[in-house]
């Protein structure tokens, strides 16, 4: 599969989740069961987009920005709603960046001395975006969530470190198939373990944390053919706000006409 056929099934996938996310007494688990296989593959898909991008800067620049316009249109749908059941915790994007961001810092080729002081720059944005996002989410939740867009912390991310540190794993190990598989299972036996501990139950392997079911992405990063495909990257790049945006809002009016 090219890189645009695998991002039409993992955008497909997101869109399944949220609208049971959004709507779970109208749409089944299962389709929050497939969609754990977007933030993979979309995350696939950003690898190699930073391996083959002619400009890695503009790359990242493109997904810190979407970071930004995700924030921003979030609180301002929010302000309207300020009584919502479901607020947006979303911002996948912020995600996006620092995997990309760490991933260049790994491997970016520079003096050592440039190079530390590039990671010790890194590490100080975190630790001032972390004490901050902390400051205010005791103030404000959503006005948390809107620095986080504009200062993405590896902590307070979707998925915190642990989907920056799979983001980090598919590009380390992208180039060797079987390592790549090892790796994927792992790290799924990883999200496994922890429904597991709170106990082994159909309830909780199924209903509460089935993040694990991501492993079903493997096949369909295991057939990328190593081609773009068509890029229609904009189109990407907006759906995914607009249509948690749409959902946010169509969720909210059914709530305030019940």
Not at 19 to 41: C, H, K, M, N, Q
Not at 74 to 87: T, V
Not at 116 to 122: H, S, T
Not at 204 to 209: P, S, V
Request: aromatic share 18%; net charge positive; hydrophobic share 55%.
């Amino acid at each position: 599969m090219t890189v645009f056929i695998l991002k039409i099934i993992a955008l497909v996938a997101m869109l399944m989740d949220n609208l049971e996310g959004s709507f779970p007494d109208t749409f089944p688990v299962v389709f929050g069961w497939i969609g754990r296989i977007s933030i993979p593959v979309f995350m696939f898909c950003i690898v190699q987009g930073l391996i083959h991008t002619r400009s890695r800067k503009k790359y990242l620049v493109r997904i810190y920005i979407g970071s930004v316009v995700m924030a921003v249109g979030s609180c301002i749908l929010q302000a309207f709603f300020p009584d919502a059941k479901f607020q947006i915790a979303d911002n996948i994007f912020a995600t996006f960046f620092l995997m990309g961001v760490l991933i260049t810092l790994a491997t970016v080729r520079l003096t050592r001395y440039k190079k530390v002081a590039l990671w010790i720059g890194f590490f100080l944005i975190q630790i001032i975006s972390f004490l901050l996002i902390t400051k205010i989410r005791i103030i404000s939740n959503s006005y948390a969530y809107l620095v986080s867009g504009f200062i993405p912390n590896i902590v307070t991310a979707q998925g915190s470190a642990l989907f920056v540190l799979q983001g980090i794993l598919i590009y380390a190990f992208s180039n060797d198939h079987v390592k790549f598989t090892v790796m994927y299972i792992l790290f799924c036996l990883l999200m496994f373990v922890n429904p597991c501990l709170s106990g082994f139950t159909v309830q909780n392997l199924f209903y509460g944390n089935y993040q694990w079911i991501m492993i079903i992405a493997l096949p369909l990063m295991l057939s990328y053919n190593g081609k773009r495909g068509k890029s229609l990257k904009y189109f990407f790049y907006a759906f995914y706000p607009l249509h948690i945006w749409i959902l946010f809002v169509i969720a909210n009016i059914i709530q305030i006409k019940k």
